[in-house]
């Protein structure tokens, strides 16, 4: 289970009805955000005020954040794969915006989660993100970065070539989890256009599930069909 951005793990209650069905779950903290986990990531450059970009000006991609991140993601599977009392052929991931893109990176990179459930995730298809109204939505770092950096735009294509590394599109066709993707169509944080960007390249058994007047709030019906899905493991 992964967290929405700047927060943490969650509190143990969100997690005992899994836990009740008999359903192990391991959350992971997000380093330097919301939890105890701490960011000892040294790169070169600024964060200004978000983690999309830090590492952006680091001349190794290996350094940007988000890539650790991800790579975070797959350890995490395979931690709770390794547990005497978890079946290793029944793991799945699941997570709301920041968690949303974290499931897709993490059943990207580890091949042997069997189901992914992503809710209106975020880190999908940065440039799309900049032509929309990107300063009312949870893309404004990216914006913030330019005003200081490059205001005239001249490593523009450097800067969202950069971004391609963290982009979870590029890592939708490596999917083989089956999927139950989650959106809300007046979402303004994490435009829906941005999110189809990763939905519309994975390959593997998805469904799509859309919430029409809803946007990047609590969406109702969505936690007892998520366990329903995970049931079916």
């Not at 499931?103 to 995730?121: F, S």
């Not at 950096?149 to 083989?176: C, M």
Request: proline residues 5%; aromatic residues 12%; hydrophobic residues 40%.
């Amino acid at each position: 289970m992964f967290h929405g951005y700047s927060c943490d793990s969650g509190d143990w209650m969100e997690k005992v009805t899994y836990a009740a069905h008999g359903i192990s779950v391991l959350a992971m903290d997000c380093r330097g955000q919301g939890g105890l986990s701490e960011d000892n990531l040294t790169v070169k450059g600024t964060t200004i005020r978000g983690h999309i970009i830090r590492g952006i000006d680091d001349p190794n991609p290996d350094n940007l954040y988000y890539r650790n991140v991800f790579l975070g993601t797959a350890q995490t599977a395979r931690i709770l794969r390794s547990m005497e009392e978890v079946d290793p052929a029944r793991v799945g991931a699941f997570g709301l915006s920041q968690g949303g893109a974290l499931t897709v990176a993490c059943a990207a990179l580890e091949p042997r989660v069997g189901m992914a459930v992503p809710v209106y995730p975020f880190l999908s298809d940065y440039r799309r993100a900049w032509e929309l109204d990107i300063t009312t939505s949870a893309y404004e770092e990216i914006n913030y970065y330019f005003r200081f950096f490059d205001p005239h735009h001249l490593r523009e294509d450097e800067i969202f070539n950069r971004l391609g590394y963290i982009d979870i599109q590029n890592l939708a066709e490596r999917i083989q989890a089956k999927m139950l993707w989650v959106t809300g169509l007046s979402d303004v944080i994490c435009p829906p256009s941005t999110q189809f960007a990763t939905y519309n390249k994975v390959l593997a058994p998805k469904e799509l599930m859309v919430y029409y007047e809803y946007g990047h709030e609590y969406l109702p019906y969505l936690s007892d069909r998520a366990l329903q899905m995970f049931m079916t493991l």
